[in-house]
């Protein structure tokens, strides 16, 4: 088993248990949009995994990965009241540009590989990998609509503090 094989079981393993760990965990209402895209991601990485076939494809939507740490880190600073800090408009701004770079150039890239290799790849996989990335893109669209409201329009963050001192 070559290094990339291993780090693709690897983070299957992490998205099955954190799937499991939320279904037991969460109330489904505040969960099913990543519930949905660890199913997604189960899927399209138990494929490659099982048939021992792109392997490099799988290792780069890992990439989108890299922007979660600043998605967490914001949350993890909403939840600790910092909102309104310094440190969390910094990661606000670093977030927004790793998800540009990580999250919509990957998905990006991935949908154009996946067109220009059409004729090397089954129909299985060419349905399950284009339904896949559909849905993870529509998913960040709205994420992403979702952040640019939260975090840069004035307006809505006006709407959000309001709310959250009348809780």
Known sequence: MDI???LELTDLGYFIYDFLDMVLNQK?????????????????????????????FAVVALLVEINSIFLHLRQVLRMASLAKSTFYRVNSMIN????????????????????????????????VGSVGLAIMTLMNIVLF???MRSDFMKSSREKEMKKDKEM
């Open 96 to 127: 927004l540009g790793t998800y540009v770079v990580f999250r919509i150039n990957t998905l990006a890239w991935m949908t154009r590989w996946l067109v220009l290799n059409r004729e090397h790849v089954p129909l299985i996989s060419y349905t």
């Open 145 to 147: 609509y979702r952040l």
């Open 28 to 56: 489904m209402g505040q969960s099913w949009e990543l519930l949905f895209h660890h199913v997604v991601v189960i899927t399209c990485f138990g494929i490659s995994v099982l048939s021992c076939r792109y392997v490099g």
């Open 4 to 6: 990339n094989s291993l």
